[in-house]
Structures are given as C-alpha cells and as structure tokens.
Nanobody
Framework: QVQLVESGGGLVQAGGSLRLSCAAS????????MGWYRQAPGKQRELVAG???????NYADSVKGRFTISRDSAKNTVYLQMNSLKPEDTAVYYC??????????WGKGTLVTVSS
C-alpha cells in the first residue's frame, strides 16, 4: 500500500509563492514517476507537473517558468515550488504516484487559494 500526504497549501496574494510537499510512504521505489495535479471548482483535474525517477520533468503550459517540481528520493518526497502565483492557480493540488502496471495513487489534496 502507498500513502501520499500533501502539505504546504494556503492563502497567498497574487504574485506570491508557495511550496508544496508530498511525502510518500509504503511500497514505493525511487524510479516511480510522480506528479502534481490540480482541480479548480467546476473544472476537471489537470496535470500541473511531473517528474520521472531519473529527474526528467514536464509542465503544463500554464505554469511553465513559474512552477518547479523536484524530488528528494532519500526522503521519498516530491516538491512543487510555485512562484508568481495567479488567481487562476487557485485549486486543490493533488500528489500522484505512478506505481506502474496501470496502478496510480493519490493524496487527499491541499488547497491553494490565490487572492487578487
């Protein structure tokens, strides 16, 4: 079993920064790809950023240049550094782990609210 616990969400003014963390525990490996998704009210969940076990990253166009995903394999933790936040970044942010074989795990989410 895998558990993912997000933290670091909160209320921030536009232009501000937040750093999200996702601590993973259980039967995981440092090679497992992980990512951050978000879901705004009334919208579908969307990929924000992903990182492979080898450190290769990808980002949604809407966050490129503002967000940075990273991972500390020794701590089984993935981070999302969010800078220059905009009101449209307001959403619940979810951590995801790809276990392979079509198996995915999700955290419960952390709310990010960006005020204008």
């Amino acid at each position: 079993q895998v558990q993912l616990v997000e933290s670091g969400g909160g209320l921030v003014q536009a232009g501000g920064s937040l750093r999200l963390s996702c601590a993973a525990s259980g039967s995981i490996f440092s090679i497992n790809p992980m990512g951050w998704y978000r879901q705004a009210p009334g919208k579908q969940r969307e990929l924000v950023a992903g990182i492979t076990g080898g450190g290769r990253t990808n980002y949604a166009d809407s966050v490129k240049g503002r967000f940075t995903i990273s991972r500390d394999s020794a701590k089984n933790t993935v981070y999302l550094q969010m800078n220059s936040l905009k009101p449209e970044d307001t959403a619940v942010y979810y951590c995801n782990l790809d276990r392979g074989g079509g198996v995915y795990y999700w955290g419960k989410g952390t709310l990010v609210t960006v005020s204008s």
